[in-house]
Nanobody
Framework: QVQLVESGGGLVQAGGSLRLSCAAS????????MGWFRQAPGKEREFVAAIRWSGGIIYYADSVKGRFIISRDNAKNTVYLQMNSLKPEDTAIYYC??????????????????WGQGTQVTVSS
């Protein structure tokens, strides 16, 4: 049974930082690309960042580029999202997801096979 478990969310003031973690089990982690998505109240889920299995290819949404850093540790079956210079508009539930190697899109959540339960990030102004 595949499990993705996010942690690290919380309440932070604008300009602050948080580091999210996503621990994976039940899958060959190094075979999967990993992504982070978020969903704010009343809004659709949106792509945040993704990283290829080797870590050599990384994608970011324009809204987080230069502020967020995605990384992974295949030895620990964990993917991270370092979030810096947080803004109130970053407030959302953040989800990690696993994407198979032949999926056509990096940005579409429909191409990700497994999802975590999410962790809440709240940025106060």
């Amino acid at each position: 049974q595949v499990q993705l478990v996010e942690s690290g969310g919380g309440l932070v003031q604008a300009g602050g930082s948080l580091r999210l973690s996503c621990a994976a089990s039940g899958l060959t982690f190094s075979s999967y690309a990993m992504g982070w998505f978020r969903q704010a109240p009343g809004k659709e889920r949106e792509f945040v960042a993704a990283i290829r299995w080797s870590g050599g290819i990384i994608y970011y949404a324009d809204s987080v580029k230069g502020r967020f850093i995605i990384s992974r540790d295949n030895a620990k079956n964990t993917v991270y999202l370092q979030m810096n210079s947080l803004k109130p508009e970053d407030t959302a539930i953040y989800y990690c997801a696993a994407r198979g190697p032949f999926a056509p899109s990096w940005y579409d959540g429909k191409d990700y096979d497994f999802w975590g339960q999410g962790t809440q990030v709240t940025v106060s102004s």
